[in-house]
Structures are given as C-alpha cells and as structure tokens.
C-alpha cells in the first residue's frame, strides 16, 4: 500500500487530512507535517523518519503532497524523496487529490497514481458563473 504524507505551510496539510478523514474515516498511512518553525534539513529529517515508520514494505513507496512548489516545503520532500522509500512528489495539493488518493492507492502503483491525482486535482478547480435566475 502507498502511503502519503502531505508537507505544507503553516497547518494546511493537518486541516486536509482531517477533512478526508471526516469524509473517508481514520485513513493508515496518511498524515500531515507543517514546515513552522523547521529548517529545510529538519524537514528532510522528518520526512525520512516518518516514512521509514510508516511506509511498510520498501517497495510500497510514498507520495509527497505539497502545497506550493518552489518552497521549502518542496525543496526539503526532493531531498528526501533521494535514495530510501521509493517516493512520488505531486505539489499544488487540494482535497480532491487527497480523496482520490486514498481511494486508488490500493489499486494504482507509484507510477501510474501520481498521473490520475493531477488529473484529478485539475478537474476540481473550476470556475462556477454566478446561478441564473428564472
């Protein structure tokens, strides 16, 4: 089973991850990590720990959810994702790629479900035009 580790700013990551388990129940192998207060090499550290704790099998493999690319919070996961747990990085992160992950992680690898997740974290943003009255 792939696991999932969502690494944002500030407490974005926990709020998503709580709200798929709202939507989905408790959800092993997914959690949250903020990059306050950490340094980019604290957060390779905690990236590494936390999946050598909670990825299984070493070919299970792990996807990064990050919620903004170019900051420290994607530097630290492309550091990290280098040698140990075979790892997936996927950044601009919404609800709809958590969902998704979790309910395909079983069935899709390492990488062919990264490809669907950005499929589906596009579909969801969308434009709604204001309802039309009568």
């Given at each position: 089973m792939l696991c999932g580790l969502v690494v944002t700013h500030g407490g974005i990551?926990?709020?998503?991850?709580?709200?798929?388990?709202?939507?989905?129940?408790?959800?092993?192998?997914?959690?949250?990590?903020?990059?306050?207060?950490?340094?980019?090499?604290?957060?390779?550290?905690?990236i590494r720990a936390w999946a050598a704790a909670n990825c299984g099998a070493p070919g299970d493999g792990l996807l990064l959810f990050i919620d903004d690319f170019g900051g420290s919070c994607a530097n630290a996961a492309q550091i990290a994702a280098i040698g140990g747990t075979p790892a997936r990085i996927l950044t601009g992160i919404n609800l709809a790629m958590l969902l998704d992950f979790v309910t395909w992680r079983d069935t899709l690898g390492l990488d062919e479900l990264p490809r669907?997740?950005?499929?589906k974290g596009r579909d969801a943003i969308t434009a709604l035009g204001p309802v039309q009255e009568g």
């Open positions: 990551g926990k709020e998503l991850v709580r709200v798929v388990e709202l939507v989905l129940g408790p959800v092993p192998g997914l959690a949250a990590m903020t990059n306050s207060g950490k340094s980019v090499q604290d957060l390779i550290d905690e669907r997740l950005v499929e």
